[in-house]
């Protein structure tokens, strides 16, 4: 069977992808969900397909391959073909999979009365990141795997980093297969994959949004939030995307566009004017003509519904009430809103002209993480050490209810307030706390790194942060919940919080408490199961509001009141007057706070 031409790719891949199918970032798609991919970029079996090339990145236990297999097979009859060697290629790294889908399309071949060496031909055992792979593909489909960075070994993850650009910060496994597989589109040639959404709207998704905005063009995007599109549940939401090398200024499905202008495009971005050619990954440009995306939502997986949605979303024009929007998402490395026209059009007009929420004299934070709370964290009256070496901590649970209502956990604190660690000869109660708990502590990966500073937390506690009150925002929830803490407790990981000297903290828990709060929060956060928001800091500091000198004292009452009475209705009427939002600004935030 081939195996990847890499000399060093065997160990590489027993390192990076061990046995169990959730450590090694496979998580299976549903039959349905590969046929309608496939649907979708336009591999239908009443074309000519022996005469183009298809590859699976990561066939996995081959529901893409096998249905791509019979698709080929069916249109090999209907035009005669008999030569096939070039029409598939599908890798895959782990071995016992491998092995195991190998032998089911060898099954399906010889079923069909063909050769089984075209399977030796096909498939290859190996890593697609590193093995060699002779393009270009007409179609690329599949699912990429999810890895996070820290099961990649560091030499490893070297090598992926130098070979290709997209992969930076945080981001996971499936950032550089997606930019492999379009680096090997032919010209026209589509790509359909299903993965995670973040990298759409996460930092850690920047260069590969903007390869995307200034090389192809994303024709498709489909929301997958209540679609169980895996055969096991996901935390983050899938989406599904259908992305085409396409020569520019081609106007996709029929759709009148604009001609290409020198322009300012939203968020303060200089756009550059079009140019007539596609360039490499890396190399400076200007980008092309704007080309619109075709966005839908997924919630059910009835074939008939699936075939349906797949013909309307490949019509050349579309239906009437079809419920597909058209819009322009893809703009350089900005995130990609989704939002209807009238919901972003009420956020970029609020982006030019309010402040963030730190230029307008607020401070975002998050609580601190240990890396080994069972250790660090306790009921306070419990922990026995010196006085001065612990402090009482709110958690999410504290705030459930909307006001803080103290479990009486406490927190250890290894630091002084200039936030050195303390020498644990000077508190000797303390000491014998730590070491009765060594194992555990002196066990994580930063004490391993460090062994001199064994029993620092992760984060650096700050004891002054307990002292200062804050709004209190948990990170997971369906909608904002931002409490009040007076400056008692300390806050926990889970929790992000916002200080400041200069806003009122009751009136900014109105703001952040109403519906134009959720606007931005929603335009930039991934959706998780269940269709929570992330409240993390990143999201949080979008938000715009004025500055607080600049809120006439009717308005400011009006939302100390509403805050104080934690009545959302009220929160909104006076948020709405602070932005000087119109009837249909405010029927679009209702919109959108009914749909998410």
Request: proline share 8%; aromatic share 10%; with cysteine.
């Amino acid at each position: 069977m081939p195996s990847c031409s890499d000399p060093t790719q065997a160990t590489r891949c027993t390192m990076v992808y061990p046995a169990a199918p959730s450590a090694r970032g496979a998580v299976f798609t549903r039959p349905e969900v590969a046929e309608f991919i496939l649907d979708l970029v336009g591999y239908t079996p009443d074309r000519p397909l022996h005469q183009q090339r298809i590859l699976e990145p990561s066939f996995g236990d081959g529901v893409f391959l096998l249905a791509i297999l019979r698709r080929l097979l069916s249109a090999a009859r209907r035009f005669g073909a008999s030569e096939l060697s070039e029409a598939i290629r599908g890798v895959e790294l782990h071995p016992e999979t491998f092995e195991a889908t190998y032998n089911a399309v060898v099954a399906l071949l010889q079923q069909e009365g063909f050769s089984q060496h075209l399977a030796d031909r096909w498939l290859i055992q190996g890593d697609y990141l590193l093995c060699s792979l002779e393009g270009p593909f007409h179609y690329v489909v599949g699912n990429p795997p999810y890895v996070r960075l820290e099961a990649i070994p560091p030499t490893l993850l070297a090598e992926y980093k130098k070979r290709y650009a997209t992969m930076y910060n945080r981001a996971d496994l499936y950032i550089p297969f997606i930019e492999r597989s379009l680096s090997l589109l032919a010209e026209g040639g589509t790509l359909g994959f299903i993965c995670a959404d973040r990298w759409t709207k996460n930092h850690y998704g920047a260069r590969l949004r903007k390869y995307v905005a200034d090389n192809f063009h994303l024709k498709i995007f489909l929301e997958m939030a209540h679609a169980p599109a895996f055969r096991s549940k996901v935390a983050a939401y899938p989406a599904i995307v259908v992305i085409s090398r396409e020569a520019p200024r081609t106007i996709p499905f029929g759709t009148e566009q604009a001609p290409c202008t020198e322009r300012t495009i939203p968020f303060g971005t200089e756009q550059a004017p079009c140019t007539e050619r596609t360039i490499p990954f890396g190399t400076e440009h200007t980008p092309h003509t704007e080309s619109p995306t075709r966005i839908a939502r997924l919630s059910s997986l009835e074939p008939g519904q699936l075939t349906q949605l797949a013909e309307v979303l490949r019509s050349r024009s579309l239906p009437e009430g079809s419920g597909v929007r058209v819009a322009q998402i893809t703009r350089g490395a900005a995130p990609w809103l989704l939002l209807a026209p009238e919901q972003r059009a009420l956020l970029e007009r609020l982006e030019r002209r309010f402040p963030s929420l730190e230029e307008a004299g607020c401070r975002v934070g998050i609580g601190v993480a240990t890396g080994a709370d069972q250790a660090f964290i306790g009921v306070f009256e419990a922990l026995e050490v010196e006085p001065d070496r612990k402090l009482p901590l709110v958690t999410t649970q504290d705030i459930c209810s909307g006001e803080v209502r103290w479990g009486g956990q406490g927190l250890i604190n290894p630091f002084s307030e200039t936030g050195e660690l303390v020498d644990l000869r000077c508190y000797p109660r303390l000491r014998a706390y730590l070491e009765a708990r060594r194992e555990v502590i002196a066990g994580r990966h930063y004490a391993r790194r460090f062994p001199d500073r064994w029993y620092r937390t992760i984060d650096r506690i700050v004891p002054s942060l307990a002292r200062t009150p804050k709004l209190l925002i948990p990170d997971i929830k369906g909608r904002p919940h931002v409490v009040l803490e007076e400056g008692c407790l300390y806050p926990h990981h889970n929790l992000y919080y916002i200080t400041s000297e200069s806003w009122d903290l009751r009136a900014l828990q109105a703001v952040l408490l109403s519906a134009v709060a959720h606007l931005f929060v929603a335009a930039y956060s991934t959706q998780m199961r269940g269709g929570y928001l992330r409240f993390q800091a990143q999201y949080l500091r979008r938000i715009r509001i004025p500055p607080w000198s600049e809120v006439p004292p009717p308005i400011r009452q009006a939302l100390l009141e509403a805050a104080q009475e934690r009545d959302v209705q009220a929160c909104n009427q006076a948020t709405s007057r602070l932005y000087g939002l119109s009837q249909e600004e405010s029927l679009a935030l209702e919109r959108l706070y009914a749909d998410t």
